[in-house]
């Protein structure tokens, strides 16, 4: 398989205390690869130390170039996107402008996005695309989130826990539309604490704790029984 991303031993601290305690991830291209384990265990600490934001001395390669030196801003250039978790949309900016933020990332002089391919994807974006990010529901800002990154033209897209607080409606329409993309050649890494829309997407697991991968397999191998034990409290 070729890999879009790899981790070799990654460590990671935030101040004093050491969080993650040498990571070996791989993600394939076009595939989704999935982080799971209980709160708490480094998973979004991970996602941030790949982006930039939690610093590391220990190779991170994306598309085998080492970037783990890289600010945030170049490695998002290079085509990594990011969907945190909380959404971190702006909420007195309009859906549009929201979406639009995100051509900031693009290693072109583009700004502007093909919108019948994004509300395509999120029609309810192209409805509400005059509304102030901040009045959209939970699942909306989502949806949005998901749009800023993607406009982006990402190769890459990282999500960490994009079902927190959405409704099982909405849910399954994100499903519906990562797959949508993952069939068109995207690469999704992706932290998730819900099994049952991890199983919708994942082709790869990595199960989590205390800052180290302790089970790894592909969909076809995985235990679900055990893995259901590493997300319980």
């Not at 398989?1 to 050491?18: H, P």
């Not at 005059?130 to 939970?138: I, Q, T, V």
């Not at 797959?179 to 990595?206: H, T």
Request: hydrophobic residues 35%.
């Amino acid at each position: 398989m070729d890999f879009i991303l790899e981790t070799k031993n990654v460590q990671a601290c935030y101040g004093q205390s050491q969080i993650l305690w040498g990571m070996d991830v791989r993600a394939g291209k076009g595939k989704v690869t999935t982080l799971m384990g209980r709160n708490g265990v480094g998973k979004t600490t991970f996602l941030r130390t790949v982006m930039g934001l939690v610093r590391t001395k220990d190779p991170v390669l994306f598309h085998q170039q080492e970037i783990q030196h890289r600010p945030t801003y170049k490695r998002a250039k290079m085509g990594i996107g990011y969907v945190p978790q909380g959404r971190e949309i702006i909420p007195k900016l309009t859906v549009y402008e929201n979406i639009l933020i995100g051509t900031e990332s693009r290693n072109d002089s583009v700004r502007s996005f093909d919108e019948d391919e994004i509300y395509g994807l999120f029609p309810i974006l192209k409805d509400f695309r005059h509304r102030l990010g901040g009045n959209l529901s939970g699942g909306q800002q989502q949806q949005l989130a998901i749009a800023r990154a993607l406009v982006g033209k990402p190769d890459l897209l990282i999500l960490d826990e994009p079902t927190e607080g959405i409704q099982p409606s909405i849910t399954l329409e994100i499903a519906e539309v990562l797959n949508k993309l993952v069939e068109r050649g995207l690469s999704v890494l992706l932290v998730e604490q819900k099994l049952d829309f991890a199983r919708l997407l994942s082709d790869y697991y990595y199960i989590m704790d205390r800052g180290r991968v302790i089970r790894q397999a592909d969909k076809d191998n995985i235990d679900f029984d055990e893995l259901k034990t590493y997300l319980s409290v």
